[in-house]
């Protein structure tokens, strides 16, 4: 399931005249499909929350706000079709918290297919347990405010 979680795969929509490489580090595309893998697993989080918090939950998970600045190519491998990127992640949270981390990724397209691409954001895991602490502590301080 992590792995599902880590790559996921888009469908994208070349110009027959577009070369079969993926769309690069900064291309919207790329960037969509990172910030929805963050905010998918974000809902899986809220969805285990208890159900008397569940509403504070979703409510922490819609504010989020996600952006992917300071973008560098680290290079594209055009035999694995990759390129390999590094960009600083900001999550900015409902109750003001903000999670700054520098994250490398890559964006490959897929074999025999250039209309598709995987998205890949090794390590990405200790992002979402800040996440899903954070959102703990939120609801626990709501919880106490009540």
Do not use: W
């Amino acid at each position: 399931r992590s792995t599902l979680m880590i790559c996921m795969v888009a469908t994208v929509s070349f110009l027959a005249a577009c070369s079969s490489k993926p769309p690069d580090c900064a291309d919207e595309k790329t960037l969509t499909l990172i910030k929805g893998l963050i905010v998918e697993n974000s809902k899986d989080m809220s969805n285990r929350v208890d159900g008397k918090y569940r509403q504070d939950a979703v409510r922490y998970v819609d504010a989020l706000k996600i952006e992917i600045k300071n973008i560098v190519s680290d290079g594209y491998n055009a035999e694995a079709k990759k390129h390999s990127c590094t960009g600083a992640f900001v999550i900015t949270t409902l109750n003001a918290m903000t999670f700054t981390g520098s994250q490398s990724y890559t964006s490959q397209a897929t074999a025999g297919d250039s209309s598709k691409f995987v998205v890949n954001v090794p390590g990405i895991e200790s992002l979402f347990n800040t996440l899903n602490n954070d959102l703990g502590t939120y609801v626990v301080e709501l919880g106490a405010k009540r």
